[in-house]
């Protein structure tokens, strides 16, 4: 049958606080299923502990810590266990933990091929007061133009020189189902490598344009007229030649 303490209308509670030995004496303990952490933090009612060595149990009573035999009869009060909050993957960054949502957990963060970031790339889960927390703030992932990215590896892309990726607009409609971020990363490297043969400088050089130096239009006007009467000369020559012909043959 579960006692009360010293109200009858507020009944005394087992809490997980243990004395342990050890070799410069007793020391209370907070006992989990699987860890044990040191008594840092305490409330204890009025000439307590007591009987250090004997009582090795806590029980609460009126909300305040009173040593006492392990062999009593009392509630139980459970603590709700406790974690840090979840951290997903981001748009620009991947993060991974080392143990969890678990106090002591490392979250380790990595930014995207081309990003990079001026802060932690690591988060530890620790205690925040009553709570727990990760420490720091979320990583934040920007462009690094400075950075290039080498496209030896990348097929159809330029192997002249390193790429620099800069930011574009994406064209609309475009979807990437099925494809990794590595994937997608070295498909835009491709599309936005620079064809030097193909860009409008190169394209206007192959075109004729017009030379406006007076001297290169009166070579242009000699050198025109020049060609033309040479065909006219051969087109008479031929004329005679066939009008003397036709005169053999029907005179």
Known sequence: MMQNGPSPNIPDFWIGCFWFEFENGYQAYWKTDDQEYPLTWVQWNSGEPDGIGQQTCTRLTQF???????????????????????????????????????????????CLPGYHTNGELTRSCQMNGSVL?????????????????????????????????????????????????????????????????????????????????????????VSSSVIISMLLLVVLSDCCKLRQDWLRIHG
């Open 64 to 110: 305040k810590f009173r040593t006492i035999y392990c062999d009593y009869e009392y509630g139980i009060l459970c603590e709700k266990h406790d974690t840090c909050p979840n951290l997903a993957n981001g748009s620009l960054f991947t993060v991974s933990l080392s143990n969890g949502q678990e106090l002591g957990s490392i979250a380790e963060y990595t």
């Open 133 to 221: 927390s990760w420490s720091g703030k979320e990583v934040e992932c920007t462009l690094g133009v400075d950075e290039p990215i080498s496209t030896a590896a990348v097929p159809g892309a330029s192997r002249a020189r390193p790429l620099f990726l800069m930011p574009c607009l994406c064209y609309p409609n475009k979807t990437f189902a099925g494809m990794t971020e590595e994937a997608i990363i070295a498909l835009l490297v491709r599309d936005t490598a620079i064809r030097t043969n193909e860009t409008t400088a190169a394209i206007f050089k192959k075109k004729c344009r017009e030379d406006s130096r007076f001297s290169s239009k009166v070579i242009g006007l």
